[in-house]
């Protein structure tokens, strides 16, 4: 008997809880929906609904410790719903005296200091269950820098701060956990993916998958350039790289899963790939527009000397696709065993209207969150077209609630990441740094390069890419140009760089949204999508030692192209320690030289780089051959 009462309270305790989270995501779905779509509202009241929603779920999803149940009432479940309780206090304070917290910026009340302590501390907490200790001791550390700011080494030391004026920097005001992450993470990146829960239910995204594993499967890894592709496509009209991320991942990531590549590397691929639409003619972003305007260039010339480096990088991207693919025997499949293209087309050729939607919409410049908004309706409709597509009320809500609850992993990073970026700009860390650039360079333009590279990523994690753009062109340019890098040159370079932070940990948006769409770990998708994205190093090296930008005769462009080619290939294998077979040690140092000798500024080095390259590949071929010799004749394996 005892027993019984027992199952029944687990069972009861658990459908509780269930119908609660079910309940939060719906209408945090719903909330998302309406002010996407109808009404704007107040970006801190709205991120303070967003959050609350988030912390909420994070909470009574996330066990307090490893093996606490929440099947049951019991100390771990009481502590779990006293800080839900204490997020919904917390965000109901903010949204409901908004006004007087703007009054009382620099004047704070006891309330406002405790308020901003309390979230501070339920971030850190969430953090912590959803993601790892990793991203909240990261986070906890920037929290320690901004307070023991006279006690830090003479290069970074600032004046410190007040517990009082960092939580309440960091929980007031938009330049901590409400900034910019969350900001993106509670607009179109919830929008989008919702939108790739709507894609789940209605089958519209196996139609797609479908569809290009019809066409790329009997090729190793090719969803996976086809993702590379199709992304930089998209990123090439729509203007922000994290919308990118989140509209065609929600084809791509599920896709590349399918077929073997493993959660982060599918999230890192289409993160790394977004990256690149930024870069790709003929919409680079506003940076792109700023660019032209700085250097008095018209915008067309902009576009064109933009397209080479461009192809070069997603070529870089696509060259660790096939590697990886390689390596973990991602081959094709033999035709019988994939879809037929001419029944997959004919089945879900509906979905097809949706998506040319949302590409018209994107197009005709409207915001992501509208276009994300007008895609989910043209989804939900189109599905009523077909009778195995159509879905219930029941599973609308499902699907409503699948949404809300696919990201809180993002949402929670994003807030964390809040912390880092809020840390950076009150102790002014990011533009000290920047002004050291050129005077510990040395007039050595490959050692300011590097240190332009290292500060723009400190930047981005306080500034939107076209924000650290501005900031570090005005900062760093006139000191390249003074080593001699000619201005438009130094701006492209200047511009590459500042793209860097969106896939670079410990903020990275663009690998956090991949992350949420893939159920992967938000920060080793940002250290996956780190190495996949490092055409973003080697190319601006390119840019200044050879005329990559057609600053050249025909000739000397297309040698430079041709060795830039052979230096990205040398790059990922060295990266990646694998070409036909896994390299040594000694062949991935000299493949590492190879690159480097490839992109130097003599010729004569250049030449040396590509024999000591072909040597290398010569020896990988006699490699293959002795050990598929030693082995026997091996199956032939189809797009192998």
């Known amino acids: 008997m005892a027993v019984a009462r027992q199952s029944e309270s687990k069972t009861r305790t658990a459908w509780i ?11 945090l779905s719903l909330f998302q929906l309406y002010t996407a779509g109808l009404v704007a509202m107040t970006a801190m009241r709205h991120r303070s609904v967003f959050l609350t929603s988030i912390l909420v779920m994070a909470f009574l999803t996330k066990p307090l410790y490893k093996g606490a149940r929440k ?20 965000g109901a304070y903010i949204f409901i005296d908004l006004q007087g917290i703007f009054e009382r910026q620099g004047d704070w009340s006891r309330w406002d200091f405790a308020v901003g302590i309390t979230l501070v501390l339920l971030v850190l907490e969430a953090t912590r269950r959803v993601i790892g200790y990793n991203l909240m001791i990261i986070a906890g550390t920037a929290l320690l820098f901004a307070y023991f700011g006279p006690y830090m080494p003479e290069l970074v030391v600032h004046k410190g701060y007040s517990i009082e004026r960092i939580a309440t920097t960091l929980s007031l005001t938009t330049e901590g956990i409400f900034g910019l992450p969350l900001g993106v993470a509670s607009t ?61 991942g929600s084809f791509t990531i599920p896709m590349m899963k399918k077929i073997g590549y493993r959660k982060h590397v599918a999230a890192a691929v ?24 700085f250097t008095q260039t018209p915008y067309l010339e902009i576009i064109k000397i933009a397209f080479i480096p461009a192809v070069l990088y997603f070529f870089s991207v696509i060259l660790f696709v096939h590697f990886e693919a390689q390596k973990q025997g991602i081959w094709g499949l033999p035709k019988e065993e994939l879809p037929r293209l001419g029944e997959t087309v004919k089945i ?3 979905f097809i209207i949706p998506v040319a939607i949302l590409v018209t919409v994107l197009i005709l410049n409207y915001s992501p969150m509208m276009a994300g908004f007008i895609a989910i309706l043209a989804v939900y409709f189109t599905a009523m077209f077909r009778k195995q597509s ?49 005077s510990l360079s040395q007039g050595i333009p490959l050692l300011a390069l590097l240190l332009v590279a290292l500060t723009s990523l400190l930047l981005g994690m306080g500034l939107p890419v076209t924000a650290s753009y501005i900031v570090l062109i005005i900062l760093a340019g006139p000191g390249l140009m003074d080593l001699g890098i000619p201005l438009l040159t130094a701006h492209m370079i200047v511009f590459w760089y500042s793209q860097d932070a969106n896939v670079t940990p410990p903020v ?100 040396f780089g590509i024999g000591l390259f072909l040597f290398l590949v010569i020896m990988q071929i006699i490699r293959r051959k002795k050990k598929a010799g030693r082995k026997g004749s091996p199956a032939v394996k189809s797009g192998g």
């Open 17 to 27: 809880i269930a119908k609660s989270l079910a309940v939060i995501g719906v209408g």
């Open 188 to 248: 179109f990146v919830f929008i989008f993916i919702l939108f790739g829960a709507f894609l789940d239910k209605t089958g519209a995204g196996k139609f797609f998958i479908d569809l290009s594993y019809s066409i790329t499967g009997r090729f190793s890894g090719g969803p996976a350039k086809t993702a590379v592709i199709a992304s930089g496509f998209m990123g090439s009209v729509a203007g922000s790289a994290v919308a990118n991320v989140v509209a065609t």
């Open 390 to 438: 159509r879905i219930s009320l029941h599973t609308l809500l499902k699907t409503l609630e699948q949404g809300a609850h696919n990201a809180v992993m993002v949402a929670v990073a994003c807030a964390a990441a809040g912390i880092i970026v809020g840390m950076v700009n009150l102790t002014g860390t990011g533009l000290r740094f920047s002004s050291l650039v050129v």
């Open 508 to 607: 990275a948006l663009e690998s956090f949204a991949a992350s949420g769409i893939a159920g992967s770990s938000p920060m080793k998708t940002a250290f996956t999508s780190w190495k996949l994205a490092k055409g973003l190093y080697i190319i601006p090296i390119i840019m200044a030692y050879h005329p990559l930008l057609l600053n050249g005769t025909f000739a000397e462009v297309f040698l430079t192209i041709v060795l830039s080619t052979f230096a990205i290939i040398a790059f990922v294998v060295c990266l990646e320690r694998y070409f036909l077979t896994t390299l040594s040690w000694p062949e991935t140092i000299l493949q590492g030289a190879a690159a480097i000798m490839l992109i130097w500024s003599g010729r004569t080095i250049n030449y």
């Open 348 to 350: 879900g050729i509906h």
């Open 71 to 90: 099947d049951r009432f019991n100390g771990a479940l009481v502590v779990d719903l006293i800080l839900a309780a204490t997020a919904i206090a917390v």
């Open 270 to 293: 289409e993160a790394a790939a977004s990256t690149g639409g930024q870069l790709m003619p003929p919409i680079m972003g506003a940076g792109a527009f700023l660019m032209a305007e």
